[in-house]
């Protein structure tokens, strides 16, 4: 019997579909899953290093693990953004490791653990993918059979001063249109009500042909493939994440002529002053980015906008932190995810002096939180009495009488229901709304 696998993944649906797919290849070679690293005779972690203090939760983690199964004779393997990242140190890092796989070698996972298994020491493969090495998963690959993220671009060639991912996940690769669409159009068939087509940057996909697009017209690759995948009929479609620079008008028309293209889009800001926007290399000022979210709200759909806001970057003045919460105001966001400036090794932010105080970043924190709050109070409240397409999820954290589910813009809406609605698309009416969550009853 071949070797059982415990696998943990921290960080993004990008790490979410890598683990996937590792789990796959794996499975394929006859290797087992379980729950439990326990159970396991090889332990593996996928890895996030988007924040320093993510990547240290790895070696935390690792010597968690370690504490509890030293002398167990297990073997212990990183792959991920930070086995990319930082290679053959971590076994100088993590003397209990036996294998790093970065992100561009997960197809070659079982070659690895293989050569772990019969002798070879620190094994290390941070390699960039094979031209023959495809992405393609089957639907029996997913956890569930309702929701699959499917990558459609790997890495970012953007730069920006602050963020790690162009050092950990590479430059862009594009998937083949035809491939993505053939592996959504079998998730349909399987019963699949969701696909979220997934990367760090989706706007910029851009394949090497244009196979599969050639009956859908767009002024830009990803528009093109957005409505073949909407053409393939799949009841729900999402797409994250977009970069503002990149993000076409097209993609708000093609949202109106199909109405499986989900009512959300998510555009991170990160400042609402040009000053800031400058030294983190976004590569807009924030009128352009104002004249996108006008294009937005345009639509004759109600879309939902949601944001990234990094408060406390380098030489963020209080006129700089006044512009972004002027821009906060404007745009109507349905939902943000706020971010303390920290500082990650590695980027060029790093060189530059962290010179906000940590006090200021939490009160400029807490300001945006507030504004926040009071903004989405209302726009949460105008859905009471609407009705909306659930996709349900599962059974409430908060009560066991209630399932949650989300709608297709990206709510979080509550309702009462049993396990036997899991999985199924149904119409909710809304009944009552919090800031961050809807509550509603089955509509009949
Ligand atoms: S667009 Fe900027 S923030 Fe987003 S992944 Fe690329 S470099 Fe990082």
Known sequence: MKAKIYLETHGCQMNVADSTRATKRLSSEGFQFVQSYDDADIVILNTCSIRARAESKVFNRLGQINHNTIGKGKIYGVMGCVAQLEGEELFRRSTMLDFVCGTGAIDRLPSLVSRILSGEKKVLDTGQRLSNENWDLQPADHDTNHTAFVPIIEGCNKFCSYCIVPFSRGRE??????????????????????????????????????????????????????????????????????????????????????????????????????????????????????????????????????????????????????STLDLLKQCNFHGVYIFKYSERPGTRAANMDDDVADEVKTERFQQVENLQREVQIKIYGSYIGTKQMVLVKGISARSEADVFGHSTCNKVINFKGGTDLVGRVVEVKVVAAKHNSLYGELAH
């Open 173 to 322: 690769i594009s998937r083949p249109a035809v491939e993505i669409i053939k592996e959504v159009t079998n998730l349909r068939d399987s019963g699949f009500k969701e696909v979220q087509l997934i990367g760090q940057n989706v706007n910029s996909y851009k394949p090497k042909t244009n196979e599969g697009l050639e009956e859908f017209a767009g002024a830009t690759p990803f528009i093109r493939l957005l409505k073949a995948v909407a053409a393939t009929g799949t009841n729900r479609i999402k797409f994250t994440t977009s970069f503002p620079k990149d993000f076409h008008a097209g993609i708000v028309e093609a949202m109106n002529e199909y109405q499986n293209l989900c009512n959300w889009v998510h555009l991170p800001v990160q400042s609402g002053s040009d000053v800031i926007l400058k030294a983190m290399r976004r590569g807009y000022k924030s009128a352009d980015y104002l004249d996108k979210v006008a294009a937005i709200h345009n639509s004759h759909r109600n879309v939902a906008l949601t944001t990234d806001i990094i408060v406390g970057f380098p030489g963020e003045n209080e006129d700089d932190f006044t």
